[in-house]
């Protein structure tokens, strides 16, 4: 029971790690979601900081996969540690439901506390080496075209 609480999250850190290994690094895959690359590229090419940026991306990527990794080894731990029963008893049952409670504390909080000091490390690492704001690095959500918006509506059937 132990080694399938922890298989997901160690699954997810292994393709993080080979994704950065195979040069598409998913942290990166997912920061171009949310930031604008455009400008930040134009700003690192600008401060000639290209390929420090590179290097940061990469440690972030690890730290991603960190995470992961961290998540699997507590939810190792903490299934070793409460659920000792066999499946289908009640007593099973009752550990199943303590261990879900234990969770939130014990895996959760941790993992998030990474995952948060990740963030802050990807923006602090991108503002010190492009001179840009937070504002100015993230992506500016699209507006809809006016004639779409409050549009009458012409079918008067």
């Known amino acids: ?21 195979i040069g598409r690094p998913l942290a990166r895959i997912f920061l171009n979601q949310i930031l604008d690359r455009e400008r930040i590229d134009s700003a690192l090419a600008e401060h000639g900081t290209a390929q420090e940026y590179e290097q940061r991306t990469a440690i972030a990527t690890y730290l991603l996969a960190g995470a992961f990794v961290l998540s699997a080894i507590l939810n190792f731990v903490l299934a070793r540690i409460v659920v000792t029963s066999d499946p ?8 199943l ?19 948060f000091g990740t963030i802050l490390y990807i923006f602090n690492t991108v503002g010190k080496l492009t001179g840009l704001e937070m504002e ?8 809809q075209k006016s004639s779409q918006q409050g549009a009458p509506d012409t079918d008067t059937a």
Do not use: H
């Open 97 to 115: 439901g303590r261990m879900t409670a234990l969770s939130y504390p014990v895996i959760t909080i941790p993992v998030m506390i990474v995952l």
């Open 136 to 143: 100015d690095i993230m992506k500016k959500k699209q507006k």
């Open 88 to 95: 289908g008893t009640d007593a099973f049952n009752s550990e």
């Open 1 to 21: 029971f132990a080694v399938k609480e922890a298989a997901i999250p160690a699954a997810l850190a292994l393709a993080i790690l080979v994704s950065a290994w």
